[in-house]
């Protein structure tokens, strides 16, 4: 209806979408709320939607005018103690989901719609902040906008709120018409609804069908059917009325039309708005501003030092070659994948906003370069020059320094145009990624540094004047040789024909260059940008990124709802676990270059939460819900900025388990599903995940048997041979999801399940069959643990144990749910007899920042209830069956061995890699396809002067491919490590198994495509023809692309942020590269010695004897030198770069390295996973700080916690008699 769907060979539509008589949407102005949050992390929500104000409101609206309707919004949304929080994400927590979401509706309601579309504004949200959202955008439907929800699972009071409703069944309209005909409406169809019932949820009943039996299934069929045919029947009637009376037209005049483009925002205003944001979030992305600062100092200093002061012999002059190439490709290179990275994110936020009109591309891309054009643009560029020209020794002339500078900057702004280029054609990372690597491949080809400008192949030869990188490197090589004469050691200077080479015009004619070459190509490099950037700008408008519809299942339902077979037992056939939280509280402590501050998350919580029964922890957005069950997980785990300061207790049984314990006996299901493989099936899942979670005196048959019992048990028989599917491929169904995270859980009959938000997003009949499921579950002898956020009203009554949370993590009611009302109605608030007691709890705790008055007095009741609390209100016996510590210790579970781990994983891999294609294709293209420009270009080789040059320039065009395997792993292994690190958590498998896995999964890949590879190096460009230089330049290859996927991992795993490690990446590869042997002859000793970590070197230092020895080169007659050619054979060109040396050793030095950095990648990924650093700064005695004497599980406050525990619970008795005895013996 909103358009937003892209119509093709997958989607067909019928009828018509007027607006106002109309099928032109352009006319009016509307809004999107979309189902994902798409907001920048670093901004507050205050930020946000100020700058949201200024973009979508009219110019006519006044800077004050705009800062009150945000303030407004804030007030209308209950934003207000969140207004200053920033929004965060994953690796850096900040807004809560709930408040995130409220925030992305207040960003569309700011652009002051006339139509408002809400794809699910209430997913995420408590029902009190739901309602309040719903009442919202009620107003605003009466202020004349209208406002279009679909809605999961309303509270009852919401379905007041409701004007009119289209009600769904699979597709087909059930109602359509006013919500207050509609129970009316059922009720003459036979549908009467009982008292006390939410409207919303009995509708949702009436037109499901209830798969749980046959019959069942059956009937509710027949019965939707007879409701659709009824509403098919009653709109036939009602539209022959219609057409009676005539049809309503209503057109729009040209003044209506001129009006709202005359209130659409300037491209000035866009372009200043836009620049102001992009400059905020930028500065607040510490880690890519100093990573590009860092990669362009770092690069500038340990390369400058590798040219160090390079004098004027023939060495000196190779070495200058060799530097100004380094400036003029290498530095751009890394600029240009760092930038693609980043716009792999920063272009999502762009394609939503320009699909509402909210930005327009130029604006888009002239605000990007603004933005950045004092803190990245120019600053950049320039460090690099100050210090690299100077380290090298170039010409000391203010003229040719500033010529250096502006080609240097000219080349900054290719590459970041470039990128958005590549990012335009494809918004993935893998693919833009391919774009940017085999075109810029092209323009290091073209540049005539590798290959004789005059020696390109005549098919390809105009590809030269397409590289904006020759023109760059030829303006360098004009700025610097152009009329110089270096340290010939003959007499008579420039007369003497024996000091030729030493000539700089001589040089440059030798590297094919025209004279005069300076102003020309600098010109030509500042049109490349320029075209770059509006080519990005004509793909962004004609190749954007729409909304398709994924290949459909044949159905769309949740079939497994209601299908679950579980089996009650009766706690002693099992042993059960209670858990008890003693003052248990949490702060956090936030660090920061400039200050460190503390933040209270959970105040000391003391509950119980007891086996056989749903025990429910409910709260408001922000009130700590999500961060208590991952404490008690202990999930929690500090980094460089954050600590998380625990104190109190957590027993299990009146017991202190160690984190081994609870990690084996505790299974942990989180809000979102990522830890499923999308290219497997439910039933593949479910296998692998028994193979490898149970124990291993199990066998194979027993395993797939239990696989099969808890696919039954969660009732997911019916999609068991479908796939789990992601946001490309439609898989199963949310609801199904769900259940197949639950049941990977579940395997291990964990006696403790925690769950994170499993009803959110979900229908209320599915949300009522995962609640069934969990029942059956915690009937089993479990103790089930979850957090809830809008439970529907005839759930209440299943719920056992309730904490209920205010905001801020204050308790403010724990104990048994039939105990809760009553409490309240205590303290002078009675639950009216037809509200849902969950709604009216949630609405009692919490605070209404909508309006001033209301504010206040909601915060003092809220204190009141606070205050009122004390945990001995409810006093619990204790009901656990474990009583020893022995008998809990013997509960934690050993992850599965090396060799049981490792079948499954490659199998399991394997599967899911093969059901991918385009990664397939994308990791051997990348290889396949350097091959492919390397036979373009060096084509066919032959052995004349020119050739030298291009020999050497092939092999160094061969040292990339550590390039590429940095790419191909950081296209695959950031996913695959993520799902590692939700099994290893799990305590599922070791690092070793993981680690051989990936080797074993992505080596064959890597050695297909090298030989592939070689294929093209050796046979098609033309370097010996035989068996032997076959397989050395395919080893060398290998090993290349393998100490580049080596490098990925390692860096990869240190930092989460895959920005700052292609940045680090790509220093360590070029500066690898640079250190090869060709690029650079006099590499100072120290870094030489470093230089033996460098594959590089070895490949360089292997390949070339093998491919020059023995070779005669002839040259022309204005190349000789006192009638001979300079360079005659292929060993004086190894003595020349110094690489006449055993290539034996160096090939086996070379297999030695990929080695090593493999082994290197297996320990940093071993070392953060068990964090190694950690365990030996507390073991050393570090980080003692003033939280020491509160931390859980520090020893001292065990031992104490574990005797005050005990006295407490149900043995307090026993032990006080038996400290009575021992009081008495002393006496």
Not at 202 to 230: H, P, Q, T
């Amino acid at each position: 209806m909103s358009g937003r769907l892209a119509v093709g060979s997958r989607l067909a539509t019928s009828g018509r979408t007027l607006f106002n008589g109309s099928e032109d949407a352009s006319q009016i102005r509307s809004a999107y709320v979309i189902q994902q949050d798409i907001l920048l992390p670093t901004l507050t929500v205050r930020e946000t939607l100020t700058y949201a104000a200024q973009l979508r409101l009219p110019s006519s609206v006044t800077q004050h005018e705009r800062r009150q309707l945000v303030e407004e919004v804030i007030l209308e949304l209950s934003l207000k103690e969140a207004a200053d929080t920033r929004i965060g994400n994953h690796a850096h927590k900040g807004c809560s989901g709930g408040e995130k979401r409220r925030t992305s509706i207040g960003v569309q309601l700011l652009s002051n719609p006339s139509l408002l579309w809400l794809d699910e504004p209430t997913t995420g949200l408590d029902s009190t902040s739901a309602f309040q959202v719903v009442k919202t955008l009620r107003d605003l439907a009466r202020k004349g906008r209208t406002i279009i929800v679909t809605i999961h699972q309303p509270r009852s009071e919401i379905w007041d709120l409701f004007d009119n409703v289209i009600l769904l069944s699979r597709g087909s309209p059930a109602y359509a018409g006013s919500a207050k005909e509609c129970l009316p409406y059922f009720a003459k169809l036979g549908y009467e609804m009982p008292p006390f019932t939410n409207p919303a949820e009995y509708l949702i009943d009436v037109v499901s069908i209830d798969n749980r039996s046959e019959e069942a299934e059956l009937a509710a069929r027949e019965r939707v059917g007879r409701v659709i045919a009824a509403w098919r029947e009653h709109c036939n009637s009602a539209l022959n009325e219609k057409d009676a009376s005539g049809p309503l037209t209503t057109t729009f005049t040209k003044s209506s039309a001129q009006r709202r483009r005359k209130n659409r925002t300037s491209l000035i205003q866009q372009t200043r708005v836009l620049t102001a944001r992009t400059w905020t979030v930028t500065i607040r992305d510490p880690m890519g501003m100093f990573g590009s600062l860092v990669e362009a100092i770092g690069m500038a200093i340990i390369t400058g030092w590798i040219f160090l002061n390079m004098d004027g012999s023939l060495t000196g002059i190779r070495s200058r070659q060799g530097a100004l190439y380094n400036a003029a490709a290498l530095q751009g290179y890394l600029v240009l994948l760092y930038e693609t990275y980043r716009l792999t994110t920063d272009i999502q936020l762009f394609d939503e906003e320009a699909r509402q009109g909210v930005v327009s591309i130029p604006a888009f891309l002239i605000s990007r370069r603004l933005a950045r054009i004092f803190i990245e643009d120019v600053p950049v560029p320039l460090l690099f020059s100050l210090i690299y020209y100077f380290f090298c020794g170039f010409r000391a002339d203010g003229a040719q320094f500033l010529t250096f500078f502006g080609i240097i900057l000219l080349h900054q702004y290719i590459a970041v145009c470039f990128a958005m280029t590549c990012i335009a054609c494809s918004r993935s990372f893998a693919g833009a990624s391919l774009v940017a690597n085999l075109a810029y491949t092209l323009q290091s080809m073209g540049c005539g540094y590798f290959i004789q400008a005059n020696t390109i192949p005549i098919y390809v030869r105009w590809t030269k004047w397409t590289a904006y990188v020759f023109y760059a490197f030829g303006a360098l090589c004009a700025n610097e040789f152009t009329g110089q004469f270096y340290d010939c050691p003959y007499e008579g200077g420039r007369s003497n024909p024996a000091c030729k080479e030493y000539d700089g015009d001589f040089i440059l004619a030798t590297l094919g260059f025209p004279k005069d070459w300076v102003w020309r190509p600098i010109l030509a490099l500042l049109g490349f940008a320029i075209a770059f950037y509006l080519g990005a700008g004509v793909l962004l408008k004609f190749w954007n990124a729409e909304i398709v519809m994924a290949r459909a299942r044949p159905t769309n339902m949740d079939a497994s709802a209601g299908k679950e077979k579980m089996s009650a037992r009766p706690p002693e056939d099992v042993r059960t676990i209670d858990i008890r939280l003693e003052s248990y509280g949490m702060d956090v402590e936030k660090r920061s270059l400039r200050k460190r501050w503390t933040k209270s998350i959970l105040n000391p919580i003391t509950a119980d939460f007891r086996p056989g029964s749903l025990n429910v922890i409910m709260g408001p957005s922000g009130s700590g819900k999500t961060s208590l069950l991952n404490s008690m997980a202990m999930r929690l785990k500090d980094d460089t900025a954050t600590r998380y300061k625990q104190y109190g207790s957590m027993t299990y049984n009146g017991l202190i388990p160690a984190r081994e314990v609870v990690h084996s006996i505790c299974s942990f299901v989180t809000q979102d599903d990522d830890a499923l493989l999308a290219s497997l099936t439910v039933r593949e899942t479910l296998r692998y995940a028994a193979g490898l979670r149970l124990p291993k005196w199990m066998s194979k048959e027993q395993k797939m048997q239990k696989a099969e019992e808890i696919l039954l048990k969660m009732g997911l028989k019916d999609c068991a041979d479908n796939l789990i599917g992601n946001d490309i491929v439609k898989g199963i169904s949310g609801g199904e999801k769900r259940r197949v995270t639950i049941a990977v859980q579940i395997l291990t009959e964990p006696r403790v399940l925690l769950l994170d938000e499993p009803l959110s997003g979900l229908d209320a009949f599915t949300a009522l069959s995962i609640v069934d499921v969990l029942r059956g579950l915690a009937q089993e002898g479990r103790t089930l643990i979850v957090t809830i956020h809008q439970p529907r009203s005839d759930l209440f009554g299943l719920f056992g144990n309730v904490l209920l949370l205010a905001r801020g993590g204050h308790p403010i009611f724990s104990g048994h749910s039939t105990d809760m009302l009553p409490h309240f109605a205590g303290l002078g608030y009675e639950c009216p007899e037809h509200v849902n007691p969950a709604d009216f709890a949630l609405d009692l705790i919490t605070v209404d920042l909508q309006h001033e008055a209301r504010e206040v007095a909601s915060r003092k009741k809220v204190r009141k209830l606070i205050q009122s609390w004390t945990p001995d209100a409810f006093p619990v016996a204790r009901t656990g069956s474990i009583t020893t510590p022995a008998e809990l210790g013997s509960m934690a579970r050993e992850p599965s061995s090396f060799l049981t781990a490792y079948s499954i994983l490659i199998r399991r891999a394997t599967k899911n890699l093969l059901r991918q294609p385009d990664i397939i294709i994308a990791r051997i293209m990348q290889v396949v396809g350097l091959g492919i420009v390397l036979s373009l270009y060096f084509a066919p080789l032959k052995t004349n002067y020119f050739y030298v040059q291009n020999r050497l320039g092939l092999l160094v065009e061969i040292a990339p491919l550590y390039f590429v395997g940095m790419l191909n792993n950081i296209a695959v292994y950031p996913t695959e490590r993520d799902v590692f690190y939700r099994d290893f958590d799990d305590r599922v498998y070791g690092v070793e198994a993981f680690f051989l896995t990936y080797i074993s999964i992505t080596t064959p890949f890597e050695i297909l495509s090298c030989l592939i590879f070689a294929l093209f190096a050796v046979f098609a460009v033309g370097l010996q023809r035989d068996a032997q230089t076959y397989f050395i330049i395919t080893f060398n290859a290998f090993c290349m692309t393998s100490c580049g996927e080596s490098l990925g991992i390692a860096f990869n795993t240190l930092f989460t942020h895959t920005g700052f490690s292609v940045n680090c990446m790509s220093v360590f590869l070029s500066v690898a590269q640079v250190m090869g042997g060709v690029l650079s002859l006099e590499i100072p000793a120290f870094l030489q010695a470093w230089n033996h970590l460098s594959p590089v070197k070895w490949a360089v230092g292997n390949m070339a004897p093998y491919t020059l020895r023995g070779l005669n080169f002839s040259c022309e007659d204005w190349q000789r030198v006192n009638g001979q050619c300079p360079i005659q054979t292929g060993e004086q060109v190894l003595d020349l770069y110094r690489l006449n040396h055993n290539p034996e050793m160096n090939i086996m030095a070379l297999g030695i390295c990929a080695i090593v950095y493999r082994f290197l990648a297996y320990v940093v990924l071993k070392m953060e996973r068990e964090r190694w650093i950690g365990r030996a700064w507390r073991k050393l005695g570090g980080g003692k700080k003033k939280y020491t004497a509160r931390l859980l599980h520090d020893e001292s406050v065990r031992n104490s916690t574990i005797r005050h525990s005990t006295v407490r619970n149900s043995l307090a008795r026993n032990s006080m008699a038996r400290n009575s005895t021992v009081r008495n013996s002393l006496a």
